[in-house]
Structures are given as structure tokens and as C-alpha cells.
């Protein structure tokens, strides 16, 4: 059977934290055809309500960028 994850994604509760500040979930989501890695972490506001903090990063930030042109014209 298959699935159309367009605009959807998910979420899996990182066991192997090694520090506070890392992440607590980590995925993927499809946004409009376009593949990110998604994290959350698990915070508490100052009233003392829980809520996740998401941040985005395209899979293919690294592979789209274009060289680095470093000649210097004479």
C-alpha cells in the first residue's frame, strides 16, 4: 500500500540524548514536494505549560549551494 506524505511528516523521541540541549525528536517532513529533517524539543513555558519547539532544515541545503568561487581577477 502506498502513501502520499506530501505535507505531512513525523516525529521519533531521540533515546540517546548525551546532552540537555539535544534535540528530543527527530524526523522528516514533506513540505510542497520538497524533503526536510525536522527536530523538536520538549520545553515548559513560564506559566508551566509544555509545548515543542520545531526547527526545519532542507535535505538538500548542502547540494544545492552553489561552489565557492575564489579566484581573485587580476
Do not use: H
Not at 3 to 26: E, I, M, W
Request: aromatic letters at 10%.
Amino acid at each position: 500500500m502506498t502513501y502520499d506524505n506530501t505535507n505531512r511528516g513525523v516525529l521519533f523521541r531521540d533515546r540517546d540524548k548525551k546532552a540537555d540541549t539535544d534535540r528530543d525528536y527527530s524526523g522528516q517532513i514533506s513540505i510542497a514536494g520538497t524533503e526536510y529533517w525536522l527536530s523538536a524539543w520538549l520545553k515548559t513555558s513560564s506559566k508551566g505549560t509544555k509545548f515543542l519547539s520545531l526547527a526545519v532544515k532542507p535535505k538538500q541545503a548542502q547540494a544545492e549551494r552553489a561552489p565557492l568561487n575564489d579566484e581573485i581577477p587580476f
